[in-house]
């Protein structure tokens, strides 16, 4: 049975390594990475392009295994029951299905969760409109720019509802106003739910909106916490 206390923590991440390729041409993107996520925290993975952060992140989702070191859900399940449901991720790429318009793109993990499609369109549309996406709904990925790509994949994120929300860069392609409204919305959907909410970002005035600000140095991940955090790792341990 999937451990639902409070203080269970949702991902467990230890000594965690990936290496990509073998011999001479073997990258390491990620070094020994140990942490924990808690429900409710608001991480920033902050560091530059290349510094790992989208490794560890898909490590996190399960879209990927570890070289080496152990990582778990304690309060989510097992890797296969990760997505679509409890994990939500907005990959840094384009992710949207092309022969969809935008509100079928977000209803579309609903609807692969068994929630029947008029609900599952009711709650893209509301999704889409937290975005201020209301004119976007009939629109196909190759009518749109790429920053409203980039807030309909978070919608899409956003109408799952999950524990565990992961964001790639979720503001790399927009305006300052804009962006500032998506960490809004995210921090808030977040809040309703006591959901975790963990991004990766190379802005500091994105860094500077969550509680927790982690850096990532040539894949080596640094686990800074408040006091208001359980510093002890007992979540993982217990």
Request: charged share 20%.
């Amino acid at each position: 049975m999937t451990p639902t206390n409070e203080d269970t923590a949702l991902v467990c991440c230890t000594d965690l390594a990936r290496t990509y390729g073998t011999g001479r041409t073997a990258v390491v993107a990620l070094h020994g990475a140990t942490c924990e996520i808690l429900p409710g925290e608001h991480i920033a993975l902050m560091g530059p392009s290349g510094s790992g952060k989208t490794t560890l992140l898909h490590l996190i989702a399960g879209l990927d295994q570890p070289t080496t070191g152990t990582i778990s859900w304690p309060a989510l399940g097992d890797r296969s029951a990760l997505r679509p449901g409890p994990v939500a991720l907005v990959l840094q790429g384009p992710s949207l299905l092309a022969p969809l318009d935008a509100v079928e793109n977000v209803a579309l993990p609903l609807i692969l969760q068994g929630i029947r499609e008029p609900e599952a369109r009711v709650r893209a549309v509301a999704a889409l409109e937290l975005l201020e996406l209301a004119d976007l709904h009939t629109k196909l990925p190759e009518e749109l720019s790429g920053g409203q790509m980039q807030r309909i994949a978070i919608a899409r994120a956003l109408a799952q509802r999950p524990r565990l929300f992961l964001a790639d860069e979720p503001t790399g392609q927009l305006d300052h106003d804009t962006a500032s409204h998506v960490i809004d919305v995210l921090l808030q959907a977040a809040a309703e739910t006591d959901a975790a909410l963990v991004i990766s970002t190379h802005d500091p005035a994105v860094g500077e909106r969550l509680d927790q600000r982690w850096p990532v140095v040539d894949g080596r991940l640094q686990v800074t916490r408040t006091s208001s955090t359980n510093p002890t790792g007992a979540a993982c341990s217990a």
